[in-house]
DNA sequence: AATTAGGCATTTTTT
DNA sequence: ATGCCTAATT
């Protein structure tokens, strides 16, 4: 029987709950209950409102997410710990409850035709993404030295999620950079086009554009989604946000739910800014607060407001709690990353002996995964169980990617990533120059490499010339997918998987190939765990098996199957750890250069984002938070001192244990010793603290100055991506500025011909333009 | 084709 | 230090 979905709720849950007319934001804080509200708002919707699951759409960023609320509505198989808001009856009733990448990809899958879209396209992932960058790089005749891939792939990926396509990038570009971004979109889209594939950012352009070109596909859908939700609003995109407003055009009742304080992934072009705008797109919007937070004791929270409150973009709120004061913070100084990490283990035993925490309780957080090295090492040394988490990715494990390879070739012989992957593996004589003539017919031709293979059988012999060795082997590859795409129609996936593990020479491959033996069972049972995974698939037809597990492949990461782990110490960064919470949480590397990481300081925007990191970590924890720092951290086999997190700095010294003093951050005294200028680290203006600590640091400080070597260099005024001119060279775009002894070194592209060039600034007579 | 040596960069990574 | 990629070597 489903419970009741008003009880157990709190006023504003209960408001949050009950309001089911019109548009709504629900700013959530940290532990206030906000899947809570979102799963009992769909049970009152259904249950109460009479609303048909059918016109519900609730949408999250992750498969964790989105499982979870799964659980809570219609309960789980195995755990019947809470009663089920709805029954399990109603695990099928059109409910839309998923990410928003499978709600776009379901939707294109079944609608997507009118705009052209293959039914069963190709879904490609960083992974192949950047494999297709590449390829489309070298087709646009771009340098991939000059520019990584990784860079233009950025750029690109970040006009799309703001829907912005080939065309109108090529009106707006402004720079050497972009100019080049655009010659490999341009290329890139083709070959997605010839493909069959969307990319994970297509996934929500595409859904853009047909709702916007194709009126009849739109209605549809603004017609059914009476109710459409959205789940951690401050992480949407441009291009979710347009979906989302453009499907709730007709009922107006979208429910947006966040925390402008948790948005932690702008760099992966996510806008506050939506949340922060939505009252004004949505004038008639009625806002809730939940303010109450469920989770951490006072301490915590109060220490948590304090490090959140300097930043500008926010809405202004107060979070408070019943849960009482808790214990002081603790806030440490270690010697080097080694003492960090001895501390962390060895306290972390102590409160599993001592104090009665499971490992299972306690997270250690980071800014950047190098960090668990350390860690790592000394919980194996005073024998810690540990998980990492998001370490090891199952996906993308270079024989699981193979077989996915393999299957998406048999499912999509024109995925040319897919075959330029595969085609070698294990090796058939077909070397990279036979590769190279291959992906250059197929261009000539217009058409997917594989179609240029079969071109070969044609009279005439197809478009371009290959040695017959190679001709041959071309064809037997070619002869080896189509066998297999026959013979898949008589089979199920897993049987499939059966052939093309034998019939490719798969299987042999990676047992004699792999380094050692143990390495190539391991890579047999990760492949054997990859086709048990496809067993649920087995009962539905052949295409649509393949395309629901591939799908499932490309969009299911495996970042949260830790979760039910035996009792281990959690090893997890800051970023993965929203939306966890742990009774005891020790944050590690509390310094200047990690928290806020030293590619993060340039600006205020960029600083706030650290600051939210930073608030995410504490409000983690629910009883206990530890902050560390060292005092000495290596960096790139070299070790350098460093020091305190101005975020330490924000924490009331009340909240600290044993604050002393000499210990605790103490108001700004005037700064006797004026800091060097530091051309390579500006400190932004936010650097309120300026030189807040006391004497002995500041003298530890000074000694450092020397130390580091920082010389009266020229400001190094530049930075990537800045305009500059040289007499000789004429205009460029800085690729980098790296100091070096002494100096900087820039890398800059000029353009007409010039090449990229390496100069020292204090020698190149550089002028720095616009 | 497979092995090896040298060069290079190295934040975070829901999908 | 380390891992990844390319180029050179056998």
Not at 410 to 425: F, G
Request: proline share 5%; aromatic share 8%; hydrophobic share 40%.
């Amino acid at each position: 029987m489903p419970a009741d979905p008003l009880a157990g709720l709190n006023d504003r849950q209960r408001e949050a709950v009950e309001a089911i007319d019109g548009p709504l934001l629900i700013v959530a804080g940290p532990g206030s209950g906000k899947t809570r509200v979102i799963t009992h708002r769909i049970a009152y919707l259904i249950g109460r409102a009479g609303v048909s699951p059918y016109r519900i759409a609730a949408l999250t960023f992750t498969n964790k997410a989105a499982r979870e609320m799964q659980s809570r509505l219609f309960g789980t198989s195995q755990d019947d710990s809470a009663a089920p808001l709805l029954g399990w009856r109603l695990r099928s009733s059109g409910l839309a409850v998923g990410t928003f990448h499978s709600f776009c990809a379901r939707l294109l899958r079944t609608d997507g035709e009118v705009m052209g879209l293959d039914r069963n396209f190709a879904i490609y992932d960083a992974a192949d993404q950047t494999a297709a960058i590449k390829r489309a790089m070298a087709e646009a005749g771009v340098d991939f030295k000059a520019f990584s891939p990784g860079a233009v792939l950025s750029i690109i990926s970040k006009a799309k999620s703001e829907l912005v396509g080939v065309e109108g990038f090529g009106l707006r570009k402004e720079n050497y950079l972009d100019e080049i971004a655009h010659r490999v979109y341009e290329q890139y889209e083709q070959m997605l086009a010839q493909s069959s594939a969307l990319d994970f950012d297509d996934l929500l352009f595409k859904t853009h554009t047909l709702l916007n070109k194709f009126p009849r596909v739109a209605e549809k859908y603004q017609d059914r989604y009476v109710h459409f939700m959205i789940d951690e609003f401050q992480d949407t995109n441009v291009a979710q946000y347009a979906i989302a407003r453009s499907i709730a055009k007709r009922h107006n009742n979208l429910v947006v739910v966040g925390d402008p304080d948790q948005s932690i992934y702008s760099w992966r072009n996510a806008r506050v800014g939506n949340i922060l705008s939505f009252q004004q797109d949505f004038p008639t919007a009625k806002v809730i607060t939940l303010d109450e937070s469920y989770r951490s004791t006072s301490t915590i929270l109060d220490a948590a407001t304090k490090v959140i409150s300097p930043n500008s973009q926010r809405i202004e709120r107060s979070l408070w709690t019943n849960n009482g004061v808790g214990s002081p913070i603790v806030v440490r100084e270690e010697y080097n990353e080694e003492d960090e990490a001895q501390y962390v283990v060895r306290e972390v035993y102590r409160l599993s002996r001592a104090e009665g925490f499971a490992l299972g309780d306690i997270a250690v957080m980071y800014r950047v995964n190098a960090q668990s090295r350390a860690l790592e090492e000394a919980c194996r040394r005073f024998g810690v169980a540990y998980q990492i988490v998001g370490g090891i990715k199952f996906y993308q494990r270079r024989e699981i990617k193979d077989v996915a390879a393999y299957l998406r070739l048999v499912s999509n012989p024109h995925d040319d990533v897919a075959l330029d992957r595969v085609i070698n593996v294990p090796t058939r004589g077909i070397g990279q120059r036979t590769v190279d003539n291959l992906t250059r017919a197929a261009r000539d031709r217009g058409s997917s490499m594989y179609a240029a293979i079969e071109s070969l059988s044609e009279p005439g012999g197809g478009p371009f010339s290959l040695r017959p060795a190679q001709a041959q082997a071309l064809t037997r590859f070619r002869e080896l997918i189509g066998r297999l795409n026959e013979e898949s129609r008589t089979l199920d996936l897993v049987e499939l998987i059966d052939a093309v593990l034998e019939q490719t020479g798969y299987r042999r491959h990676i047992e004699e190939s792999a380094e050692t033996k143990e390495r190539g069972e391991e890579r047999l049972d990760n492949v054997q765990e990859f086709r048990g995974s496809a067993r649920e698939f087995t009962h539905l037809g052949i295409e649509e098996a393949l395309t629901a597990f591939l799908e499932g492949v490309s969009l299911v990461s495996d970042v949260d199957s830790f979760e039910d782990q035996p009792d281990a110490l959690t090893l997890i960064t800051l970023h993965q750890s929203k939306g966890l919470e742990f009774p005891v949480v020790f944050m590690v590397g509390m310094e200047e250069g990690l928290l806020p990481h030293s590619r993060s300081m340039d600006t205020p925007e960029e600083i706030e984002e650290e600051r939210r990191l930073c608030y995410v970590g504490v409000t983690r924890a629910q009883k206990r938070l530890y902050l560390l720092r060292a005092f000495r951290r290596g960096f790139w086999g070299g070790s350098g001192p460093s020091d305190p997190s101005r975020f330490l700095e924000d924490i009331p010294r009340k909240l600290i244990e044993g604050a002393t003093p000499s210990e605790a951050p103490e108001k700004p005294a005037a700064q006797t010793v004026a800091p060097p200028a530091r051309p390579a680290r500006r400190r932004p203006a936010t650097n309120g603290g300026g030189e807040a600590r006391p004497a002995v640091e500041r003298a530890r400080r000074r000694v450092r100055g020397r130390r580091e070597a920082e010389p009266a260099a020229p400001a190094a005024a530049y930075a990537t991506g800045d305009k500059v001119r040289h007499p000789a060279f004429g205009d460029g775009i800085v690729m980098s500025c790296t100091p070096s002894a002494g100096d900087f070194q820039l890398t800059v592209a000029f353009k007409e011909g010039h090449g990229v060039k390496r100069l020292l600034l204090s020698f190149a007579p550089l002028e720095k333009l616009g």
